[in-house]
């Protein structure tokens, strides 16, 4: 899974519309260069396969900007993707930063049912690595590498625990609450309040 098409995807559903320059300067923004390797050919390619995959629609707005609009299979996409990227762990953490930056759109309850499907993961891999740690006769710098993924699936658990219990204690607006950026198309474009 590609952490740029989940992202993409979110920031077009956020604003309802959204060109190009748009995304890329949120997702800079953000830092994603850094967490996500987001860069902009990866933003205008992923706008282009997104499109070409009938998650998108192009309108064109002005000469030389096109607008892209999530369609109903994009939402569906979009749902897809934050979904695994919230629950599965994996050893690159640009689709966790990417489910992450993106929480707001799943409901409360949601996120922490998705959370606690990574929790169960997360635990899963701490036991198979332990296990595999203790299979004698393996090499010492080998069983190293396990205690390594041991040592970071327990982080992971720790992280996503209290994640949950601040999820259940009210932190950050969820889709559906109040001062929430998860509804779709409820972003507002800098260049619309520039007007103002």
């Given at each position: 899974m590609s952490a740029t098409r989940l992202l993409v995807l979110g920031v077009v559903r956020g604003y309802g519309r959204a060109h190009g320059y748009l995304i890329g300067n949120d997702l800079l923004s953000w830092g994603a260069e850094e967490w996500a390797n987001v860069k902009?050919?990866?933003?205008?390619?992923?706008?282009?396969?997104?499109t070409k995959s009938g998650?998108?629609?192009?309108?064109?707005?002005?000469?030389?900007?096109?607008?892209?609009?999530?369609?109903?299979?994009?939402?569906?996409?979009f749902r897809r993707l934050l979904g695994d990227a919230i629950t599965r762990p994996e050893h690159r953490p640009d689709l966790l930063g990417?489910?992450?930056?993106?929480?707001?759109?799943?409901?409360?309850?949601?996120?922490?049912?998705?959370?606690?499907?990574?929790?169960?993961?997360?635990e899963a891999a701490r036991d198979a690595a332990l296990a595999e740690r203790r299979?004698?006769?393996?090499?010492?710098?080998?069983?190293?590498?396990?205690?390594?993924?041991?040592h970071n699936a327990d982080s992971g658990i720790a992280w996503t625990r209290g994640l949950v219990e601040r999820l259940r204690a009210?932190?950050?607006?969820?889709?559906?609450?109040?001062?929430s950026p998860g509804r779709a198309g409820s972003w507002q474009d800098p260049e619309s309040r520039a007007r103002r």
């Open positions: 902009w050919g990866s933003i205008y390619h992923a706008l282009k396969q997104l998650f998108l629609t192009e309108e064109w707005q002005k000469p030389g900007r096109t607008d892209y609009v999530l369609t109903e299979r994009g939402e569906a996409e990417a489910g992450l930056a993106l929480l707001p759109a799943l409901s409360r309850d949601e996120a922490i049912t998705l959370l606690e499907g990574r929790l169960a993961a997360l299979v004698p006769g393996r090499p010492g710098h080998v069983q190293e590498l396990f205690g390594l993924w041991e009210g932190a950050h607006p969820m889709a559906g609450e109040a001062g």
